[in-house]
């Protein structure tokens, strides 16, 4: 196999899909950022219902790919830890990132649920063009919590791959 498709692009030995959606949960914060000022200062809400279209999408496709990568490899231990390689982790070190990829999860699996019912809400609640209205207060909290849940996964996801991958490597 191909050195990036097997170990990725970053130089930690990981995975090409696992470089991929962190080097996307690192991109995708400032983005979400950007449509929150769209819509917050410059009252823009075609322009932020695109951004946020996008954003679903990409986060839809990062965390299908990732998926099918991890099964590929048979699992994030497999990637840590490869076949006819030192081993990286081991012991209480494999124990302290075992949690935290429990940690981890309990983001990554709510934010996309979360997503899909923003998304949803908002396309069907919203006239289009989109406009402040009935649904703006319900809109506010989904679309903030949903906004809490990524940066959430975005942070511990980062640091799992750095306990898993940098520190080790
Ligand atoms: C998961 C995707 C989305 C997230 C995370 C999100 C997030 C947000 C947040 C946090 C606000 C409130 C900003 C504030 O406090 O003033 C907001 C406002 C708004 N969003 Fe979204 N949004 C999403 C998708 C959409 C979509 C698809 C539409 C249109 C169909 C839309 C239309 C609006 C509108 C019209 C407002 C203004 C509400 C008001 O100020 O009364 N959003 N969004």
């Not at 986060?59 to 830890?81: P, T």
């Not at 081991?90 to 940690?103: I, N, S």
Request: no cysteine; aromatic share 12%.
């Amino acid at each position: 196999m191909n050195e990036v498709l097997k170990n990725g692009f970053l130089g930690y030995d990981a995975s090409l899909m696992l470089d991929v959606v962190v080097t996307a949960l690192v991109l995708i914060v400032p983005w979400l950022l950007y449509s929150l000022y769209l819509v917050k200062v410059k009252r823009n809400y075609l322009l932020h219902k695109k951004h946020q279209l996008a954003i679903f999408f990409v986060l839809i496709f990062a965390v299908g790919a990732f998926e099918f990568d991890m099964q590929m490899h048979g699992g994030w231990l497999a990637i840590v830890n490869k076949v006819g390689e030192p081993t990286r982790l081991d012991g209480e070190q494999l124990a302290f990132v075992r949690q935290m990829l429990r940690v981890h999860l309990v983001f990554a699996i709510s934010t996309p649920l979360l997503w899909i019912a923003t998304v949803v809400n908002a396309l069907l609640k919203f006239p289009k063009p989109p406009v402040p209205g009935a649904n703006s207060r319900l809109h506010k909290v989904l679309g903030w919590a949903s906004v809490i849940d990524l940066v959430g996964t975005s942070v511990t996801g980062l640091l799992f791959y750095y306990q898993a991958f940098v520190v080790t490597g």
